[in-house]
């Protein structure tokens, strides 16, 4: 058996090693993930696009960046699609700030004159806003905006930004009833989130920013749709914000992906404001549900709070108040994923009734997929939440979009050498700038329809892009260089060690049906299914990067051999009863009866008789009868069976190998008596006599069989049999007597049936 070693696979840069004795077999040798959602890390420049939510208004497009460099260095230019912003470059200043007003400044001097783009601008500290000309509402959707700065390059923000499925800073103007999801990492683009009831900004009270979101405790909330975002299953997570409460009402959902109305329960964090307690409920099934509370906090109105749940790598549930844990429990359960009826809510819990709506202000609502922020305790923070981590592109931000009409044009960005890439599931859309290139990811049965809904997965192999998309309709789809894949696999799981790239291995070739393999550590071992069939084994390994590095070894070949003959599986059973049995009534002897019989015999619970056999007189003949029996029986596993004197082999047949080996053989035999009844003594009346006879529970005499005068009991043997057949049964039956001994014997065309039938009387 030739085998292969395992001995240099090195999750090194991106090499990928393809064997080239498993056809199709492909494996990713990454250290990292690429960033999902609508940005990507990259050392000169930053792309993104607009992406206006389905709606109607007049709003105009904004999009907003906050700028994260150093201090030396410029932006040479700044495009919305082929739109140049910029009139000159704009160099660094000594804070981010001023140079973000600097931006500002020279976007704002080129609205008219040489350079009459009608976009504005305007910064609030490191974050510059990019309007789209007034009036043009959702015109702007599809278009790329595209950063050039180069220079010095800070590394700051959120150490947890690529697992920020969604933040709400809720800044905008007092009454403002629009806020946006600016993380833009789930789903490739931002959530769009509706305002129910009153809920609206309030600039009178805010933790951070500009204003924070009221809600009035009776029909107020905010909500996104149903997103696999915020389906946590048996993973970790953390949600947190800032909460200010105007009332201790009872119910108060804080964030909540929960419905009751129609059983659609997965997680929900609340405030018990009667007992002044945090919660948070979950579910496994969407019906029951399992909770987490905290003891007595002793909060004040009008104060705010930092508020947080998370569940870490260990399975640990922790509640927390402004960084200090107030309950824990473990929780290593799968979260119910609700219907894609059930949204997501900030402000409330139950969407059917005016129960768990929130009286009060909550301001900078974040959640945390895949990862939990905290271990153990912490300082609340004291600034807004970062949206960005990068260390390159000098700029990063989250999408601020107008109200308007229409959908998103392009999903995701992808980085590849010097170049960047955008997707969409339609035609390519106007205002791709130069250094951007458009991949169309079409949809196999809905090419022009079903648009796309997230990026999930966009690596390089070969210098082309692999991507895996998941459209509106749920359907997941895989594309390699805009091509779909049908035959994908997806091994990164498999290349932690050489060990496990040899199990991958192993794994592939029990794929063929012409061989097997086995795994001991970073050895595989191949067998031909079929002995003496001789095969050949050769293996390559295909490196990338700098290093070659990569290494098949095949080690050892062994000669084919010639199969062994198989050993068959046996058991034995033997005959030792089935002798005639004796009853006895008074003074009156039967001395014989109808035999008994072997009713069957199962082997490992399985029956391998065709019907019973009747007890002969020799044992042997039974043994002789029961083997006959086994043979001409088809069961599943089939056997045979041999019988010296009164010993039974059973034997599996050919190619059933060892499996029946330790399956026990049982075997149930009946034996057919007769029970008489005793009437007494005649002194006055009727003559004793036999008054009812059965075979199997059923009646084969009509009338009563008086006992011979003088105790002849071959002349009652002899009136019996005549009385049986005389009558009229189903089945029927006839009887013949040999001295005292009478025989009762199926009528012709009944087969077996009555084999094992009880005779009684």
Request: proline letters at 3%.
């Amino acid at each position: 058996m030739p085998y292969i070693e395992v001995s240099e696979f090195k999750g090194m840069d991106t090499r990928k090693p393809r064997v080239t004795g498993v056809p199709g077999t492909l494996f990713s040798l990454k250290n990292g993930h690429l960033t999902r959602g609508s940005h990507i890390q990259r050392s000169k420049s930053f792309v993104s696009k607009f992406s206006l939510p389905t709606g109607s208004g007049t709003t105009d497009a904004q999009v907003s960046y906050r700028l994260d460099a150093g201090t030396t260095g410029s932006c040479s230019s700044i495009k919305v699609g082929a739109t140049e912003l910029l009139g000159s470059p704009v160099a660094f200043n000594a804070t981010l700030t001023q140079t973000a007003a600097d931006i500002v400044t020279e976007i704002n001097a080129n609205t008219s004159g040489g350079l009459a783009h009608g976009y504005s601008a305007t910064s609030t500290g490191q974050r510059i806003t990019i309007i789209a000309p007034s009036g043009s509402g959702a015109s702007e959707n599809g278009k790329v905006l595209t950063f050039v700065c180069s220079g010095d390059l800070a590394h700051t923000g959120d150490a947890f930004w690529d697992s920020t499925v969604f933040l709400a800073r809720l800044n905008g103007a007092d009454g403002a009833v629009a806020t946006t999801d600016e993380s833009a990492n789930g789903v490739g683009s931002a959530h769009l989130i509706s305002f129910s009831g009153n809920a609206q900004l309030d600039t009178a009270q805010t933790h951070f920013g500009a204003s924070s979101l009221l809600l009035d405790g009776s029909t107020d909330k905010i909500f996104f749709a149903n997103s696999v975002d915020v389906e946590f299953g048996a993973g970790e997570f953390e949600i947190d914000g800032w909460i200010r409460l105007n009332s201790f009402k009872t119910f108060q959902g804080i964030v909540s992906s929960w419905t009751e109305h129609n059983n659609s329960r997965s997680w929900l964090f609340w405030y018990k404001g009667s007992t002044d307690k945090l919660v948070f409920s979950y579910s496994t099934d969407g019906v029951g549900f399992v909770e987490l509370v905290t003891t007595t906090l002793s909060l004040s109105l009008n104060t705010w709070y930092h508020v947080s749940v998370s569940r870490d790598s260990s399975d640990n549930l922790r509640i927390r108040l402004d960084g200090v844990e107030k309950a824990n429990s473990l929780a290593a359960a799968t979260f119910f994923d609700p219907f894609s009826s059930t949204p997501t809510k900030i402000g409330a819990w139950q969407v059917t009734t005016n129960t768990g709506f929130f009286d009060g202000w909550i301001d900078s609502v974040r959640i945390t997929k895949g990862a939990s922020r905290h271990i153990g305790d912490f300082v609340v923070p004291t600034v807004e939440p970062d949206i960005a981590n990068t260390t390159a592109g000098a700029v990063m931000g989250g999408l601020l979009a107008g109200s308007g009409t229409g959908s998103s044009a392009t999903f995701g960005m992808h980085g590849q050498g010097d170049n960047l890439f955008v997707f969409g599931g339609f035609t390519e859309p106007a205002g791709i700038p130069a250094g951007v290139t458009y991949q169309r990811l079409a949809h196999p049965d809905d090419p022009g329809g079903t648009q796309i809904l997230r990026i999930l997965d966009a690596e390089n192999f070969d210098g082309k892009i692999y991507a895996i998309v998941e459209f509106t309709d749920s359907e997941i789809h895989h594309y390699y260089d805009g091509a779909r894949v049908t035959d994908w696999d997806d091994i990164s799981a498999a290349i932690a060690s050489n060990n496990s790239v040899a199990s991958a291995l192993k794994t592939k070739i029990d794929l063929s049906p012409d061989f097997t393999g086995t795994v001991l550590t970073n050895v595989v071992t191949i067998e031909a299914a079929v002995a003496g069939v001789g095969f050949t084994i050769a293996a390559t390994a295909q490196n990338f990067g700098a290093i070659n590095d990569q290494v098949i070894t095949l080690a050892q070949t062994v000669a084919n051999n010639a199969g062994a003959g198989e050993v068959l599986a046996t058991g034995t059973l033997t005959v030792t009863g089935g002798t005639p049995n004796t009853a006895s009534e008074g003074s009156v002897d039967l001395t014989g009866g109808a035999s008994g019989s072997v009713d069957g015999i199962t082997v490992n619970g399985v029956e391998i008789m065709s019907g019973a056999e009747s007890f002969d007189a020799s044992l042997t003949v039974t043994a002789t009868n029961v083997a006959a029996n086994i043979t001409a029986n088809t069961s599943a596993p089939d056997y045979n069976a041999t019988s010296v004197g009164t010993l039974i082999t059973i034997t599996a047949l050919q190619s059933a190998g060892a499996d029946p080996n330790t399956f026990v053989v049982v075997s149930s035999t009946t034996t057919i008596t007769s029970t008489d009844v005793d009437m007494g003594t005649v002194t006055t009346g009727v003559t004793n006599a036999i008054t009812a006879l059965t075979v199997d529970g059923v009646s084969v005499i009509d009338n009563r069989v008086n006992y011979a005068p003088e105790g002849s009991n071959s002349e009652t043997a002899t009136d019996l049999a005549a009385e049986i057949n005389g009558t009229t049964s189903s089945p029927n039956y006839t009887a013949a007597a040999v001295g005292n001994v009478v025989t009762i014997t199926a009528i012709a065309g009944t087969g077996a049936g009555a084999n094992g039938f009880v005779v009684a009387r």
